[in-house]
C-alpha cells in the first residue's frame, strides 16, 4: 500500500482565497484523523470521521474550517476564507478499527501558507 | 480532559543514551506509543507498549511503563546523529473504543556529533 496520500504538499494562498487540502487514507482503514500542527500549539486534533461520519469535530477552529468524507477513500479539509493565523502543516491519518493496537498512520502532510 | 506532557527539548552527544520523558493523567489507555516526527515528514510509529506491560525492548529502544504515577519513558542506546527528530508520546485515553489518540507536544532530541 502506498500509505496515506496527501495533496497538495505545499500551498500558498493569499488571504481570503479558498484552501482545499485533500487526504486518501489506506485502503480499509475505518478511522481518518485531520491534524494542524505550529509551533505554538504542537499538534491539534481538529476532526475525525468513523466510516466515513464525522465523530468529533470539536478540534476545528471556526466556521471557517469544514471537513468531509463522501467515500472510503476520499476526504477534504476547506478553508474558507483563509487568514493568515491559519498557516501550519496539516496532517491526515487514518487507522484501521478494532483488534489492533490503534496505531495511527500519518500522512506526509501539507504545508499551508496564507500570505 | 486528557492530558499528555513532555519536556520540549533534549540535546545529546552520539553515541550516549538519550532518555524522553512523558507523564499522563488518564489511567484507562490500553496502549501507549511513541511516534517519530523527522524533518518534514509526518508521524510515524516508532514502538509502543501494552498497558499491562512494565517495560518493552526493541534493539536500541527501551520503553519503560509506570502505571502507578502515570509515566512513560522512551530510551534510545548509542544514540546517533539519525535520530535528531521530534518524539511524541501519546495515550489511548478510550481504550481503543473510539480510535483517537491524544498527543503530547512533543520532544525536539538534537543529536550532536
Known amino acids: 500500500d502506498a500509505g496515506v496520500i496527501q495533496s497538495p504538499r505545499h500551498e500558498v494562498t493569499e488571504m481570503g482565497q479558498e484552501v482545499t487540502l485533500r487526504c486518501k487514507p489506506i485502503?480499509?482503514?475505518?478511522?481518518l484523523f485531520w491534524y494542524r500542527q505550529t509551533m505554538m500549539r504542537g499538534l491539534e486534533l481538529l476532526i475525525y470521521f468513523n466510516n466515513n461520519v464525522p465523530i468529533d469535530d470539536s478540534g476545528m477552529p471556526e466556521d471557517r474550517f469544514s471537513a468531509k468524507m463522501p467515500n472510503a477513500s476520499f476526504s477534504t479539509l476547506k478553508i474558507q476564507p483563509s487568514e493568515p493565523r491559519d498557516s501550519a502543516v496539516y496532517f491526515c491519518?487514518?487507522?484501521?478499527?478494532?483488534?489492533?493496537?490503534?496505531?495511527?498512520?500519518f500522512g506526509p502532510g501539507t504545508r499551508l501558507t496564507v500570505t | 480532559g486528557e492530558d499528555v506532557e513532555q519536556s520540549l527539548f533534549l540535546s545529546v552527544r552520539e553515541g550516549d543514551s538519550s532518555v524522553i520523558n512523558c507523564t499522563y493523567t488518564?489511567?484507562?489507555?490500553?496502549?501507549l506509543y511513541w511516534y517519530k516526527q523527522e524533518p518534514g515528514a509526518g508521524l510515524q510509529l516508532l514502538t509502543y507498549?501494552?498497558?499491562?506491560?512494565d517495560m518493552k525492548q526493541d534493539q536500541r529502544l527501551t520503553v519503560l511503563l509506570n502505571k502507578k504515577d502515570k509515566h512513560l519513558s522512551l530510551r534510545i542506546a548509542d544514540t546517533q546523529t539519525g535520530d535528531s527528530a521530534i518524539y511524541f508520546c501519546?495515550?489511548?485515553?478510550?481504550?481503543?473504543?473510539?480510535?483517537?489518540?491524544?498527543f503530547g507536544k512533543g520532544t525536539k532530541l538534537s543529536v550532536k556529533p
Open positions: 491519518a487514518s487507522s484501521p478499527s478494532g483488534g489492533g493496537t490503534g496505531e495511527q498512520y
Open positions: 485502503s480499509g482503514h475505518d478511522y
Open positions: 501519546a495515550v489511548d485515553p478510550y481504550g481503543g473504543s473510539q480510535g483517537n489518540l491524544i
Open positions: 507498549i501494552f498497558s499491562n506491560m
Open positions: 488518564d489511567s484507562s489507555s490500553t496502549y
